[in-house]
């Protein structure tokens, strides 16, 4: 409950971030420069969470996390979905799913870690990669989506 409060704490604006942006690559972009800054500027807290996480996972996997209340994530989901929901009505619904799920691989603290801890990135390269990954991952499903001719996407890992 704790970390929870702090997390909470932590994501602050990021949870009523608005765009009135029709154009889904910039409403990504804007998201990432409202979002980014305040997930490094409360790293440690972040980081800290996705321990929690990852150790109520193996204890829950090892059968021993007994009645402790299982840390929940996934602010990311919605305000992902949010970004590009200009592109709802334009891509097939598992299209639209698929390229939710292949930006929140580069959205969050995880970015961090692997931007920064294994990259050595420092925090300017690392929001230019991460945004410059977001644009090419929105673009790609558009050209996708018209190049297809409204056939499927592959399969989402959820389906």
Known sequence: ALVQAVVDEGLGPILTWKSASADPERRVVELFDTAMPRIEAFEATFKAALKLSL?????RQAGTLGGEP????GHRVDLLKDAIAPLKHRLPPREFKRL??????????????????????????????AQWAAGALVRAAVMESVTEGGRSAPATATE
Request: positive net charge.
């Open 55 to 59: 150790d109520q996972w193996a204890r």
């Open 70 to 73: 299982a840390f929940t994530r």
């Open 100 to 129: 939710a799920q292949a930006l929140s691989l580069i959205f969050g603290v995880e970015v961090l870690i692997i931007l920064k801890d294994i990259w050595g990135l420092d925090s300017r390269k690392m929001m230019s990669v």
